[in-house]
DNA sequence: GACTGGCACTCCACCACCCAGAGTGCCAAT
DNA sequence: ATTGGCACTCTGGGTGGTGGAGTGCCAGTC
């Protein structure tokens, strides 16, 4: 259906879209793509590509724009992986070296990656799933306000606050003792899970406190970070101001919602494996008129989570695509190393 | 040189402008506000209004619109401020009811500010300065790498990672035991000065550890985080796609800058002082189309940050500085109560 | 049968032009 | 001091014409 020759004039037409930012027509492309066929020959084919839906005309005397079923095949089979630059991998060293903590990693992380695509960023919060307990501590500030804090082995700080209702400090310590005894070194599910039995072994002095203790504790621990989300590179919007309706608007209220960029992030394979989501193959129906390359990172699933870039259907596949891998697997590399 | 009917008319154009978006001309002045005067008189007024350089004409035969300065006097003299309404009293209690932490308040402020005013909305973290160090602690995640942890009497907790360079447990014990001897109840500028002759005072053994705790601690001690802004109310930019070059863009940009941010906020007089800075007053050159009301907010002292919203110079300003100061106010005493 | 040159056709983008309408400034009259 | 009247200016919208880019189709060639 589709010969060698038509296979090129797509890649052609996509890529000079992608950089001309305009309709292409069969002489522009014949002249600058050094293919060996006169227009015409060029005009028949695009006439095929068009009938099977693979790129579309604006108007009848306009050139052919992709539509989002070229750009799929495009991804899928044509795009020849760019290397990153030289300078984009020092970028990537220069930026991650001196994290200190995990905040700081995924707030360099996402500012990278920004920078490297020029398009707007968002990275997921990582999954510690193998982190286990390693501190448990119950500060109390005045009689009656408290703070529960916990430390995982990854070096996850959690805290809550708890209504202390003006336990004794003894109390206070022994309820903390019969925690640190019962759940250091468990994982969080099994850690809460735990915690819920001890509740009911407490002696009866012991029950009021630990029982809005241990409901704090559960829900620390329960609680799912890769829920959280954050996003840079905002500004590179202004880059598509012609297309304010259909790009900078859909986009600016969807990172708004974290569950909108959740979803736009979700579903993505495994590590190594960069997601592309073009067009109206998005769940979220206002983003139609972009694309979400996403990637997951982390190492060995011990660590896991998304990132990714949104930004118009007319971008760069081969080096956004380059890029969100690169950064995914240096991040993944980098927190394993801790 | 300006009488009463003058700035009457300023105001009305002012009003008129600001909600219709549209240079207002004599006829629908003189209409609209049931000025008791012909539409030449108007003119009259109008003339010497632009020549004081309060208002200008984008064009002969064009209506007039307000110049920053004329912005300026209104503000300052002719804004009646206006109530909140109910349903936004009821928006700031429920918005804030069941924040559990500072994170919590400061997030849920800069939507809550958004939401009130459509604008864009700026949130600094407070600073507690009458905060006092209530708890330490040493963490070790492996025998080389520590968190140091603290927890101040307003329940903001910081974390720090430390080498441990291999110290024995009792070591470390030993020298928590001597830091919370030492520095508990402290506020952060002692508590970092106290750690330093502490250094010195530790026996041999503890030296090369109470080092590295103890510049860890300094450096959390002393980091502002007032430093730390949030942003919301992004998708508000959206009403101004008319002004991108001029507002959309420019805030964008500037909303990444962290230290721009700071920059806008800043020297903000007291609580319930709302400073608006219009147009060319903004410190910031790109912004020198766009307005920005911001206020001071906490209580007697204790604790103390800015707040505020950024958005065109063509903006309701009763409104918007009546929404910031009651915000402001709100979010002060809530942080009081704890 | 695949490719090509030629040709008629379509449609947009651009420009010039005109005109109504809104708004002004000025002036003489009240 | 205020006002009605008037001449003037400028914008914005609508109209019509034109050049050019691009197409589809067809008959001819290798």
Redesign the interface.
């Known amino acids: 259906m589709l010969d060698d020759r038509k296979l090129t004039i797509l890649r052609a037409i996509v890529t000079d879209y992608v950089s001309m930012r305009e309709p292409v027509g069969s002489r522009a492309l014949v002249e600058r793509y050094h293919l060996d066929v006169s227009p015409a020959t060029v005009r028949n084919d695009m006439a095929v590509l068009e009938e099977e839906g693979y790129i579309m005309q604006p108007h009848t005397s306009a050139g052919r724009i992709p539509t989002d079923k070229g750009y799929r095949l495009f991804v899928d089979r044509l795009g020849a992986v760019k290397p990153l630059s030289s300078a984009e991998r020092r970028a990537i060293e220069t930026f991650m070296a001196g994290a200190?903590?995990v905040d700081d990693v995924v707030r360099r992380t996402v500012r990278l990656l920004a920078q490297i695509t020029q398009q707007v960023a968002i990275v997921q919060y990582p999954v510690l799933s193998r982190a286990t307990l390693?501190?448990l501590?119950i500060?109390s500030?005045?009689p009656e306000?408290g703070?529960l804090?916990l430390?995982n082995?990854?070096?996850k700080?959690d805290?809550?606050?708890v209504d202390l209702g003006g336990a004794s400090p003894d109390d206070i310590a022994d309820l903390r003792g019969r925690l640190v005894a019962a759940l250091v070194g468990l994982g969080p599910s099994q850690a809460a899970e735990r915690a819920a039995t001890l509740a009911e072994e407490l002696p009866d002095g012991l029950r009021p406190l630990g029982a809005v203790v241990i409901a704090a504790l559960v829900e620390v621990a329960s609680a799912d970070p890769s829920t959280r989300v954050v996003v840079?590179?905002?500004?590179n919007?202004?880059r598509f101001?012609d297309q304010?309706e259909t790009t900078?608007?859909p986009v600016?209220?969807a990172?708004?919602e974290q569950v909108v960029l959740l979803r736009l992030l979700g579903e993505v394979a495994g590590a190594g494996d960069v997601l592309v989501r073009i067009g109206h193959e998005n769940p979220y129906e206002p983003l139609h008129a972009t694309s979400v390359v996403a990637s997951g990172y982390g190492t060995s699933s011990d660590i896991w989570a998304n990132l990714g870039v949104v930004g118009p259907t007319r971008m760069d596949y081969p080096s956004t695509m380059a890029a969100v891998r690169a950064v995914a697997r240096y991040v993944g590399r980098f927190l394993a190393e801790?």
Chains 1, 2 share one sequence.
């Open positions: 200190v903590d390693r501190h501590e500060v500030l005045t306000r703070l804090i430390v082995s990854a070096g700080v805290q809550h606050p840079g590179g905002v500004p919007l202004t101001s304010y900078v608007r600016l209220e990172l708004e801790g």
